[in-house]
Every structure is written in C-alpha cells, then in structure tokens.
C-alpha cells in the first residue's frame, strides 16, 4: 500500500521504466527470516533465478510466486506411462506427498514447498515455486528447483518447441490481453488455499490498466489470460500485516503489468528497445515492398490489363497538403485504363481511399480478383462513383464481366469477430477443473453459441464463392468497408484455394505479405499492440483477431486437404504466436507509412518474422513441414517455370515482345508504372489443382493445437496428429536411407524398418550394447521397497511379434510413443521425445524439401 | 462366395464409412446393366447369399426416398433382405437402390388407409434398428401392400410367427465340406478364435494365486455365466457355491483379464444382495479378500460400480446394492455415473432425430448436446481410464460391477482391457475380447437386439454393445496407430449385430448357444470377417509395433469425443465426407517396401560377392 501508492500519480504521467525497482534479494531474505509464516528455506536463493534478458531489456519489478500447473489430467493419470521405472517413480511421489495437503494450516503450506512443489491429492504436480519477473518485453517465470534434475530435463533431446527468445514459462507483455486479480479472502489461511477458492469467489476483479486505484485490498493471486489461449495464474505469499506494503508481492506484480502491458503508444513497445542488428537471410518470399514485386505477380498471373503505381512516383502525393488526404499503401495496381490522377480523385469517395486494387488474376482469360472498400458514409448517397469504379475494373475482364461480392452483408464485424473469439478462449481457458467440467457438459451447445465455427464456415463459403467465380473467368470484386479486414481473410482465401504456389511455405508467406502487410490489415489496432485508454468501447471495437479466423479457415482446409499443404499446423500455430513477438515488425504495424515512421523517428530495427531461424532452431523449423505433401510434377514444373521466369525474365518476355505490340503503341505507359504485358501474356499458374472444401459447420472441428495446447487435460499423450506425423516422416527417412543405401553400394546403415521387415536382426553394435545394458537392469525391481515379482513373458499374444505383448517395454527400436498430442507444443514429459527422433526428422525433411526427390522421380506402383 | 468378398479391393479403396451390407448394390455399373431386366425372378441384381430365396415381388411400388424424392422401381423380398431398384431414369443418373436385411428391421407399419388421397399417401413404413425409416407407397388398386406387410412381417420376425432365424437357413445351404475345411485349415474358422483356456494362459492363468475351474461345465451354478472360470487359488468349489448366492442371479466375481506383470486383475460380478437391511455375507467378503490378496502390489482393493450412487441405493430396495466400505476390508468403493439400458435407448433415439432424415448445419452442435450421448460415450470412456489407472499406475485390482453385470459392467471390462492389452487392438483380439466379455459372459444380445421379433417397444431393447463399439471407436480416433482394424471392421460388427446372417449375436447366454448348437448350425461372422481381412485392416497401424506406448489413455472429455458420423448419418448422402490420406499411406507403404527388396536383392548379390572374394583369397593364401 505504502510504497506502490506513493509513486503511482508520478508513474501514470511519465510511464519510464526507471521509476520501479525490482526487490533486492536482500530485502526478500529479510522477510523471511522474520516473518512467522515459514517460506520455503529455498526463498533466499530466489535472487538466483533470474530470467534470461535480451539486450534492451530490463526488470521492472519480480517477486517471490507460485506458478499453478494448468488443469491436469485426472487423477495423475499422465504422469506416468507404462514402462517400468516411471510408474515405479510415481507410485513413490504419491505416498510421499500423500500428507502434506488438504490440511489448510499455515504450517501445511511448508512442508509441500520444502521443495518448492506443492501437489494435489492425485500426484500431480500443483504449483511451482520461484521469481516473477515483469521486464519491459515479457513476464518471465523462473522456477527455482528443489535438485538439479529440473536442471537438466530441457536437454538437446527435447524435441518440444523452444523460443529463442522465450523460456517456456514466459510470455511477451503483448500477449497478454486480461489480467484478473484475486483478493485476499476473509479466512483463506494460505495463498495457495485462497486461489484455489478463487474460482468460484467473487472476489475476482479485472485489472483495468486505466485505473490502477483499483488495486486496493491484498492480491493474493493473479490470473493471466493471453491471446494466444494461455491461461497463467500465479500465487502471492500473504505477508503478516505488520510489515510494509512493499512485501505485498501480488500488488508489485499487477501494477507493473498493468502499467507496462498495456502501452499507450506504440514507441513504448520492446520493439524500439531491441536495438540488435538484422542480417537478412531470407529468400524465396516476396516482401511486396517494391513495386517489381507487384509487377512479377502480375505477370505470374497473366493480368495485362493492370498496372503498378507507386505512391513515391505519383507527384501528386509529393504534395504534403494532398498526400495527407490519402490513406494509400506505397505500391498498388490499379485499371490500366485508368489515368492513376482519375484514379486517386475517383479513391477519395471510398473509405481510407481505396478504391478497386487488383491482388490476382486466375485462368487463361485472367479474371481478377479486385479489393475495393465501400463509399464514405459522406458520399453514400451518390454511388455514380462507385459505378463508375466498377465500371473500370470491368473493362480490365476479357469477357466484361464482373461479380461484385458484398462481405459487410455476409460476414460477421469485427466486433462480432471480437466477441466470438472471447466467448470461445472462455472455453479453452478454465480457471478450475470444476469449472471444466461444467463447460464440457454443455460443450457443444457452448460452442456453438460462440459462434466462431460460424463465422469461419462463413469465411470459407465466400471464399469458395469467389474462387468459383475466377473458374468460370468472371472478374470478382470484393467489397467490404474499409477493405483491410474480412477483405484480407477472403482474398487471401480464394487464392490458396485456387493456387498451388501459396500453398508452398514460401508462397503463404509471401501471400501474407501481399494481402495483409502490404494491403495494410491494421494489425495494431486489431492485435490490441496499443492499448486505447480514453474507453473501454473504443478499445473493443478496435481489437478483433481477423488473422486468427484466417489462420483457423487455413487450418480447417488442412485438416480437408492434408496432402495440398507444404505447412503443417504447427506452423500456423507458431504464426498465431508470432503475432506477438515485438521484435519483429510484420505484424506491429497498421501501415506501411506508420512503419516507415517508426524506422525514421524511433530507430526500430525492421526483422520479418518469416525469417524463422531468428526464432527457432533447425529442428524446430522441421514441423513447419507437413509430411504428407505432395508436390505433384505439374506444379513442380510450373513453380519452376515461375522462378526461372523471376530470376531471368524466361522464354515468356521473347513471346510477348512480339504478341503485344498493338497495346504498346496506343496506351503509352506513364513512367512511374511498369507494363506488365512487356514481359508476359499467359498465366503460369497451374488450372488443375485448385481447391472445394466443404464450408458446412459439421464438416469443421476445432483447432485443438492452437486453442487446446495449453490445457494438458486434454492431451492425449501418445495419440492424436503428431502420432500419425511421425509415423510418415518414419516412412520418409526410411525410404531415403534405403534410396541413400542404393546410391552409394553400401548396406551399412539401413533402417530399423528394414531389418524388421526382412525379418532379421540388426546386426549392428549398438543394439548389442543396448541389449548388454537390458540385461544388466533387469534382474531386479522394487517398488516401495516390496521386489517386484517378475513372470516371464506367456508366450505374448499367440503367434504375434513380441512387439505385441504386455512385457516388451524397454526393447524395441525405438519409442515414439509418449508424445503429446500437442507436439511440438503441450508440456513434455521425461524422456518421451528421444533423440532417434532427430534422425528421422531430419532424414524425413531432406526428402520433403528436395523438390526432385525419388518420391516424385520414380513412380509410386 | 458373396458380393462382399468378390467386390474387396473396391471396397479397400473406398471410403471406411460405406455400408457393408450393400456393397455390390453402391456399383452403378452394375445397376445399369441389371435395371431394364428386373421383371425376370432369378436375374435381380444382388447376389443371393446362399439359402436366401424370394418370397415376394412387386414392379409398382414407389420408394419415398427422403433426398432425392419419390423413385418408381421393383421391390424384391427375399427370405434375408428387402431390395428395391428404382427404374432407370432418363437422364443417366444411377438408380436408387435400397438393401437392408430383414434382421434390421424393428417394425413394420402400414400407412393410409383406402380412403386417403394424395400422391405416395397409401403404402408401408419401415423403421430399422440402423438409424433410418424408409417409405414405400403402393397403388390402392391391386392389393399388392397386404402381401408385402404379410411377406415382411413373417420374414423380418419369424420368432414371433414361429420361424426360423435366416442364419440357420444360410448356414445349412453353405454347409459344403469343402468350404468348412477351408475355413478351418486356412485359420479363418470364427468359432475357434476364441479358446477360454488358451487366452488364460495368455494372461498368465492358471498361476500360483489363480486357478481355473470347470464348476460351471453345465451352467448348473450361474445359468448366465461361461462354462470356464478363473477364480482365485484360496476358493474352493464348495466356497464358490456359496458365494454365488449372495449375489444377484449367482454372477459371482470370476477373472476377466490380469496384468501377467504385475499381477493386478480385473473382475466381474453382479451386484450384491445386501438390501434394504443392509445383509452381509461372510464367504462374499473373504471371497474379495482373496481377489485382493492374489495382487501382491496393494493391499487395497477398488470396486467400480458403473452405477450413479443413487441408483445403486434404490436397488436395495430390490433387494440389492452395493457393498458397504465398513463390511468388506480395506475395500473402496466408486460410483462411475452411467446410467441404465432406458437412458441409452432414448439418447440414441435423439440421435436418431438429429441425423435422420436431415440435419440442420446451423442448429447441429445444439441438437447433438441435446441428446446427451456424447455425454454417456464420455462417462463410459471415463470410467475404463479410471479402472486402467488404478490396474496400471496404482497396480491395485479391481471389481466391476453394475446391476446385473451384463451390460455396463461388459462395456467397462471390455474397454478397460482394450485400453491395457494391444492384443485386444488387433483383429484377432478384439474378435475374442467381444467373444469372452460381451458373448461368454452373457450379455443378452437377443434381449437388447430383438432378434426376429416384433416387440419392437420392448424395454429390454438397449444399444449397449453399439455403445460399447462408439467408444472403441472413440479410442481409435484418438490413437489412429493403436488398432489393427479400421472403422469399417467396427461398421461391419454393427451391420451384422442386426443381419441374422450369422450366429455370433444370436441367443442371450453361452448356454443357450450351447444349447441351440449354434456352432454347427450357423456359421461365424469372424469366418466372415477373417476370410477377407485386407478390407478391414488400417495401413497406419504397423507404426505401432515400434514399441509405442502399450496403454492407451484416451481423454473422456466431450471436448474429445465426436458424433461418429460414419455410422450414425452415413444414410445420407450429403453427409458422407471423403477421406483423405489412406491412399498416401498405402503408396509410401508400398514405396518403402519396394525400395527394401531392392536393397536387400542388392545387399545379398554383394555379400556373394565378397563371400567369394574372401573364398578366392583363402585359396590363394595357403598360410591361413
């Protein structure tokens, strides 16, 4: 109370980090000598684990808490599988822990964090001891260990998703979108007792970063619940009333979130912090930065009819007083019959100027698909305007035609997108298990209340709509408000359906780029990266996650078509996450001109998220790959036909040269575009693969990777997607260490497959070995220190591979069992990703990139 | 031998989810041929099973079909099915076709009267037991409805006019010695998958804590219960005998399945008869303490009662209940919260609504909420994870047990055990675990099914074993690698728990079976089902062999389980979704198989070669 409510008038005007002090490990230590309530004897070394920083970073404020587990599977049901040593283990854990809870006391409290764990009546681990940080990029969690087996579980072997520059225990300030607090409880004799009760009291309030005088009263826990469907809750020791406020831990934490999570202006963002050089290396996706980016497209397509304007080449929008009038990206295309002043005259009726901008061109008569905002609500009245625009983009279709697809009218708001995405995180983060199971008792009939099914059924009935359109060569129009929201999720829709490049890793990177970043989705204002203070309203109605809803549709057309996509879900997943990375700029930003500001004004350091190696290490980088695609040979060929067309220009700029001498003479190109129709005439993109996907709510399911990963009540270890994954990224890197062992002549290093195949045994040393080892452990086994009795195996399942009976545990190539159904994701257990995985990532991954490979050269009898 | 086994690759390739009844009849190559010709008798375009014979014929009926509208075509009723052609059409679409078992018929009602007028408003409808009604309108004129609702009635239930079940016919008319050695000697002979004796001493039985007993031989002692038993080493005959009456209809605890490992086992029973004044019986709590005592691991035993704990304590005013924590030792007792047969039936008449004819896209999660079943799959499902929990982490035996411990408790056996034993995830396993728990230990399949009778509200009827197969099913959607089968094999189970074609579902009790001879005069639908195994096997499954993880724990959430639309809406067109990835499975399959005999062609040519090197040079170093 003291210390916190003292500075806080000042901190509200200026908001520096300067101002807040992290504790001193001194004055913890302090504390916890003289206070009658026993901390963990662990306490005075919490100065130790500290979290890791990046340069720029620093420590706001970081107290002593406990982090609670999500909710768990019943019972300590996970926690142990069926091999020998590990049910051994926690047969042990469950006596030992047996006591110590359920006896509300304070002392009770002490003999659970003895070291620093407390558990639940079913084993399983409840919460975690150890320091919280608030940095001005993240909430870090550092778990202070009762040994050092803690230490070493994040070892190379762990196969699990790791962030450079992320713990698994923290989440950047931008992810975080509500904070609750919980106060302290009349008779709650512990923290952890009165965030238990927390569920279900009322006494749960939600921080309003506005008004920070409503911290009153003790914090005793805090529940955090991030865009990205984590739900953290943390615990605060009570301290005795006697000392000062500032040991009020909960109180320290939550006002320094609420000051610094919810940034008033964008410049106040980590991003302008992490001052560390950029070294590109990026290839293969187009930034739509420049306007030769444009100009390629429009000759992948076929589309003559068009042409590229660059806003820094138009001298009307060198004019200050002018420019100021238009909200236009830097590069768009526009009619080519279209004199661009017409143009940006006619773009002045529209909302934020946009008028019509071609995205794609489809087929042999390259019917385009055309973004257009709807008319100011001043100029409503008079659609002579919006006519006329048409009338334009008309003229640019071969057989004249035009479908205009109104989405105001079909799709839901943002604010409708808004509301369904919180109703359905509601489902996918419950505070209690109790509270679990009263969701899951009405779970569908909740679900279906959200609405989000509803709407990317919707999404995905447009888009189909659109891409059916395009078929049958009829120029589609998409009209929305302002044109940068649902506009965006369509577009981006149609063309994955129609288009096998965008359904390469490179080409829905650069698809993003070319309708969201450079067609300017307002990803600030929508990912809720500013936080909007004058009310509450203000701010609801701006944020919205429509690249989320676009993300999900791409995940449902994965799951209809898993053979059509170089990415796989854990790749979307990781893009959701990516969105709240400050570090990297391609989704921080409303516009290309609030960008270029931001590298002006604020020296931030531009980085694009695609470059995934900035983030992620080799193996992570492997599940981006989706193991059953397909890279048929005519798309092969085309793709290969459009990078040769990229890099040289290709055979098409000879063909054109002569074919397209008609137009040339009468339109005269204006020297700040490029005609396209100088370099190409024909389409290349491929007209047989295109996509139908069924739209209907039934044929939909939802993401559980990406909503469900953080509730490990869900997961169903050792089943689900990445099970069937692996088992083809098996198959995978069996045939190319076969097809490895053909090429060179030598039989050395085949796969375990193969000898089971052949029905033979490994010859190898290493199984010898490991068969040695067996041997030597087997002997003898306590558990609770009563010998184990051992049968030898009854001749397991009549006539069946020993693989098949109950005894077979250790042995066995390999075990590619435990793994979570979340994978890469989902908490990861001791010892269920091994290394032999990593072989066969990497075997499996050799063959999925290498574009000629022997699964497309030979045929497949 | 029928249309099944000839059109096999056809249906491998296809969609899992199809019928396996009408297999021949989805071809519409075959439809055109046979469409113009289906006057003559004996050149109708199904093929006739063997013994199966016509019994009634009509060319002017029209099928109301619910998607495509009123067909004009022929109906054929034989002795085992009804089957209708639409007429051919003239604008090349295939004709409409209807082929359904008599057995799956539950009843049979005529509509309209002389007097009613509008188009298709006189005529037959048809409620079947598989999730669909269908609708057959007559012309008034000729009397061709009285002879079809007679024909149909007498053939769907000839148990209530004093006939035989269509597999008796069908068996006898394909009793050829050859096909029978065939069967035998090629491994594929349904009735002898399943051997009591040797799938105890699979599990480890008899041992120095279980013995096996033939007290039961002639169902003298429990009527409902398998001739063979396993029960623990310390309880004599005589003491069985005595505990058997303590509990209700005699099922006493007997061995369903046991952890070779670690010695921890699961039982069965039926409920014991405590009763209102709250009776003990001192030989059925040694008894217990035996069970407990054979499991070395825990000096604690668990009984499950499948009950909520509200009906467990109205049955003692039947005179039963459950037993008390403070009369049995060091017992605890749970409650899992399934509800009864009634319950059951009701859910899946919801179902039923909700699937059938139509469904409604945006108003589908509410109605199938509505019916609860996902909610009783969950309970189910949640129960056997918590029975695989406390046998495989705690290592403590347990005691299943509902009312009767015919239903309930042969669903949580059953499942618990395919959830711990990967034998029972293969074809073979999952063929005996159905045999010894569902068929052996006296769920009455003719009761709940209502085999060839016309009792069609009885309230015994009850799709428990459906239930049972939704939740395996359930399993493998969570663990796509852990099963040998697929979703057709599970498909096929259920068509024919309805068909009557084969004995495997007939009769209530394995003395009844006994009793009817059935082994001899019917034949298996394991014989069926093993004799073209491609069709129902998964291409995923050989992953699992790989030393993956042996107990499975499926998550009972209802976030976890789904509508299994395969089944229960695969009637309508618009609702069957194509599977992918099948296809690509079995191409890398076959790629990676190719390539390994090559290599190993390879490999063998160049040890020749080097084994002959070293020869050469053996000779020609006479030192060595």
């Known amino acids: ?861 | 031998m029928d249309a099944t086994s000839s059109s096999a690759d056809k249906l491998a390739s296809k969609t899992a989810s199809s019928n396996s009844l009408d297999s021949s009849s989805k071809s519409s190559s075959l439809g055109s041929k046979h469409g113009a010709e289906n006057g003559q008798q004996r050149d109708t375009p199904f093929v006739y099973l063997d013994g199966e014979e016509d019994q009634d014929q009509k060319n002017d009926v029209t099928y109301v079909c619910p998607y495509r509208g009123p067909v004009f075509g022929a109906l054929t009723i034989t002795n085992y099915r009804l089957y209708f052609r639409s007429l051919p059409l003239r604008d090349q679409e295939p004709p409409v076709v209807v082929d359904v078992p008599l057995g799956v018929i539950a009843r049979v009602e005529k509509i309209g009267g002389a007097t009613s007028r509008g188009e298709n408003s006189y005529g037959i409808e048809i409620f079947c037991k598989d999730m669909r009604n269908l609708r057959f309108a007559h012309k008034q004129q000729n009397h061709s409805r009285r002879t079809v609702f007679e024909k149909l009635q007498a053939n769907a239930f000839p148990l209530s006019y004093s006939g035989k079940l269509f597999a008796f016919a069908h068996a006898a008319a394909a009793a050829q010695p050859s096909t029978a050695n065939a069967a035998v000697s090629a491994g594929w002979d349904g009735w002898a998958v399943y051997e009591p004796l040797a799938e105890l001493r699979r599990l480890g039985v008899p041992n120095d804590m279980w013995r096996v007993t033939k007290i039961n031989e002639f169902y003298g002692i429990c009527d409902s219960y398998p001739a063979v038993w396993a029960v623990p080493k310390a309880a004599s005959d005589d003491f069985l005998r005595r505990v058997a009456q303590f509990r209700s209809r005699c099922r006493l605890p007997v061995l369903s399945w046991m952890n070779p490992r670690t010695q921890a086992t699961i039982t069965r029973c039926s409920q014991p008869l405590v009763g209102v004044s709250g009776k003990r019986n001192a030989d059925d709590e040694t008894y217990l303490s035996y069970i407990m005592e054979a499991n070395a691991q825990s000096d604690k035993l668990t009984i499950m009662d499948a009950r909520p704990s509200a009906n467990a304590i109205a049955n003692k005013a039947k005179g039963g209940g459950y037993e008390s924590e403070d009369a049995y030792k060091n017992v605890e007792i749970n409650f899992l919260d399934i509800h009864n047969i009634h319950v059951m039936r009701e859910s899946l008449r919801k179902v039923k609504e909700a699937c059938y004819p139509t469904t409604d896209d945006s108003k589908w999660q509410t109605a199938i909420d509505s019916t609860l079943w996902l909610k009783h799959i969950r309970c189910v499902l949640a129960g056997a994870v918590r029975i695989v929990d406390k046998v495989e982490t705690m290592s403590t035996s347990v005691v299943v047990h509902c009312s009767d411990g015919w239903d309930r408790t042969a669903q949580l056996t059953a499942l618990s055990m395919l959830l711990l034993d990967p034998h029972y995830r293969t074809v073979r396993g999952f063929e005996v675990l159905i045999e010894k728990e569902w068929l052996s230990f006296g769920h009455k399949f003719q009761q709940r099914i209502g085999h060839g009778d016309n009792k069609h509200s009885d309230a015994d009827r009850s799709p428990v074993f459906l239930q049972f197969i939704d939740s395996v099913w359930q399993v493998s959607q969570q663990f796509t690698n852990a099963f040998e089968f697929n979703e057709h094999f599970l498909i096929t189970i259920v068509d024919h728990l309805y068909s009557c074609r084969f004995g495997t579902f007939l009769c209530n009790t394995e003395a009844e079976r006994v009793a009817e001879d059935l082994k001899h005069k019917t034949i298996s639908l394991w014989t069926h089902i093993n004799s073209s195994l491609d069709q129902y096997l998964n291409p995923l499954f050989p992953s699992f062999t790989h030393g993956a993880e042996l107990v499975l724990r499926p998550i009972a959430s209802v976030r976890a389980v789904r509508l299994w639309r395969g089944l229960y809406c695969r009637w309508n067109p618009g609702l069957c979704t194509p599977q992918h990835g099948c296809q690509r499975t079995r191409e890398l399959l076959s790629k990676q198989d190719l390539l390994f005999k090559h290599v190993n062609e390879l490999r063998l040519k160049l040890n020749n070669r080097s084994n002959n090197m070293q020869t050469t040079t053996r000779l020609a170093s006479p030192m060595h």
Request: neutral net charge; hydrophobic residues 35%.
């Open chain 1, 1 to 861: 109370m003291a210390t916190g409510s003292n500075d806080m008038p000042d901190h509200r005007k200026r908001n520096t980090f300067t101002s807040y002090v992290a504790p001193m490990a001194g004055d913890v230590r302090a504390t916890a000598d003289t206070n009658e309530w026993c901390l963990p004897s662990d306490l005075r070394d919490v100065h130790l684990a500290t979290p890791r920083m990046l340069s720029g970073e620093q420590i706001v404020a970081s107290a002593p808490a406990y982090m609670y587990s999500p909710i768990a599977p019943m019972e300590g049901s996970g926690n142990s599988n069926s091999s020998n040593s590990s049910s051994s283990t926690s047969n042990s854990i469950n006596t030992s822990i047996g006591n110590g809870n359920g006896n509300g006391n304070n002392s009770s409290s002490s003999s659970g964090g003895a070291n620093g764990q407390r558990y639940s009546r079913g084993g399983h681990k409840e919460a975690t001891f150890g320091l919280l940080s608030v940095t001005n990029f993240k909430l870090a969690f550092v778990p202070l260990h009762g040994g050092q087996s803690a230490q070493s579980a994040p070892l190379a072997s762990d196969l699990y998703q790791g962030n450079n520059f992320l713990g698994r225990n923290e989440v950047t300030l931008n992810n975080i979108d509500q904070i609750y607090t919980i106060a302290e409880q009349g008779r709650a004799a512990s923290a952890l007792q009165a965030a238990r009760m927390a569920g279900t009291s009322s006494r749960r309030k939600k921080l309003e970063p506005a008004k920070q005088h409503n911290l009153n009263g003790r914090i005793v826990a805090l529940h955090i619940i991030c865009k990205n469907f984590r739900l953290l809750k943390f615990a605060f020791q009570q301290q005795d009333s006697k000392l000062s406020g500032a040991s009020d831990y909960g109180k320290l934490i939550a006002s320094a979130l609420a000051r610094f999570a919810y940034p008033m202006r964008h410049d106040l963002s980590f991003a302008y912090s992490y001052q560390e050089p950029y070294y590109s290396t990026l290839v293969g996706v187009s930034m739509y930065a420049s306007k030769n980016d444009w100009a390629r497209e429009l000759i992948r397509c076929g589309a003559t009819e068009w042409q590229v304007v660059s806003a820094s080449s138009v001298p009307l929008l060198q004019n200050r007083l002018h420019a100021s009038k238009y909200t236009l990206p830097p590069h768009f295309v526009i009619p080519k019959c279209c004199e661009v002043d017409r143009f940006l005259q006619l773009s002045l009726a529209f909302c934020d100027s946009r008028a019509a901008f071609w995205v794609y061109s489809y087929g042999s008569s390259a019917a385009s698909l055309v973004r257009l905002a709807e008319l100011q609500p001043s100029s409503q009245q008079d659609t002579k305007l919006e006519n006329i625009m048409l009338e334009l983009v008309r003229k640019c279709d071969e057989r004249k035609q035009l479908k205009l697809i109104q989405l105001t009218d079909q799709l839901p708001s943002t604010q409708d997108v808004q509301r369904a995405y919180h109703k359905l995180r509601r489902l996918c983060t419950p505070e209690t298990p109790e509270k679990f199971m009263l969701q899951d008792d009405k779970y569908l009939a909740l679900l279906e209340k959200t609405n989000w099914l509803l709407y990317v059924s919707l999404c995905l009935r447009q888009a189909s709509e659109a891409a059916a359109t395009l078929r049958a060569s009829v120029t589609c129009v998409l009209q929305e408000s302002n044109g940068r929201d649902l506009c965006c999720v369509i577009s981006s829709l149609t063309q994955l359906l129609l288009d096998p490049h965008f359904r390469t890793i490179d080409g829905f990177q650069s698809l993003v780029q070319k309708e969201w970043v450079a067609l300017e989705h307002p990803f600030q204002r929508r990912l809720g990266h500013v936080y909007v203070s004058n009310s509450e309203q203000a701010a609801d109605s701006e944020q919205s996650p429509i690249f989320l809803l676009y993300l999900d549709c791409v995940w449902q057309l994965l799951q209809q078509f898993p053979d059509e996509f170089e990415f796989s879900q854990t790749y979307l997943t990781t893009l959701w996450d990516a969105c709240f990375m400050p570090i990297f700029d391609t989704f921080q930003f409303d516009s290309q001109a609030q960008r270029a500001r931001a590298v002006s004004e604020g020296r931030l350091v531009l980085r694009p998220v695609w470059d995934w190696g900035e983030q992620f290490s080799e193996k992570d980088k492997m599940f981006f790959t989706n193991p059953l695609y397909q890279r048929q040979r005519g798309d092969l060929a085309a793709s290969q036909n459009y990078r040769r067309s990229l890099a040289v220009g290709g055979q098409h700029k000879l063909l054109s040269t002569t074919g397209a001498g008609g137009p040339l003479a009468t339109s005269s190109p204006s020297r700040y575009t490029i005609n396209p129709q100088l370099f190409a005439t024909q389409s290349t993109v491929p007209q047989d693969r295109y996509l139908q996907p069924s739209h209907r709510i039934l044929d939909l399911s939802v993401w559980d990777q990406c909503y469900y990963r953080w509730l490990p009540v869900l997961d169903i270890r050792g089943g689900g997607q990445p099970q069937v994954d692996l088992f083809y990224r098996l198959m995978l890197s069996n045939i190319a260490k076969a097809q490895r062992c053909i090429d060179l002549q030598s039989f050395e290093d085949l796969p375990d497959a193969f000898y089971e195949a052949m029905g033979e045994q490994r010859p190898s040393q290493q199984s010898l070995r490991d068969q040695d080892q067996r041997q030597q452990e087997e002997p003898v086994e306590y558990v609770d220190g009563v010998e184990r009795r051992r049968k030898t195996d009854p001749s397991a399942g009549g006539g069946a591979s020993t693989a098949n009976g109950l005894n077979v545990v250790n042995g066995g190539p390999m075990q590619l069992s435990t793994l979570s159904s979340f994978f890469p994701f989902g908490s990861p257990i001791a010892g269920d990703a091994p290394h032999e995985l990593y072989d066969i990532l990497s075997g499996s991954t050799e063959l999925l990139l290498d574009t000629s490979s022997i699964l497309d050269k030979s045929s497949i009898v």
